[in-house]
């Protein structure tokens, strides 16, 4: 297992803290080197460990929804300022251009709605904001936006991760099956869209 899986990423989140969590979310939010960081799973297992005494859930959710707001904040205000000079940036271990592509069909397609619909993507959530930043899109509609999606993830993930012990009998030994089902389900949309594309390019 990885270390973003199961009880691996159990002890990453007692070692890094509440400080560490902020750093992970942020980058992961909007640093397009951050897309391999985990979010959806990191946030459930963080609400899970709150509900059992490790961390605080008062502190727990103000500072995970701070962290994802500024941190596609900061990917909007990347995008504005390096602009289009991004598709021509070489691949590399941290940035790879297809990620983008795919951030900005899903932008074309629904607009200002990316931003909270790519919260709950992986790899897309990353890169819609600095899509967003590329295409100017008004920052009061996009502020919005980040925020009600900031508020719709984080809630919804910490929240349910917290009360999973009150729902699943000895739910710490279902843990890992727990999150193994989340981020299948997490990338059941991006896989629906892929499809949904390869098949619309061939009748076409």
Known sequence: MGIFEGESLMALIRSVGYIGLFGIVFAESGLFFGFFLPGDSLLFTAGFLASQGYLSAKLLVPI???????????????????????????????????????AERFYEK?????????????????FAPIVAGIGNMNYKIFLVYNIIGGILWTFSLVLGGFYLSRVVPNAEKHLETIIMLIIVVSLTPAVFHIIKEKMSQRNG
């Open 64 to 102: 995970i929804l701070l962290a994802a707001i500024l941190g596609v904040n900061v990917g909007y205000m990347f995008g504005k300022k390096v602009g289009p000079r991004l598709f021509y940036k070489e691949d590399s271990l941290f940035f790879n251009k297809k990620h983008l592509m795919k």
């Open 110 to 126: 629904y607009g200002p709605m990316t931003i909270i619909i790519a919260r709950f993507m992986p790899v897309v959530r990353t």
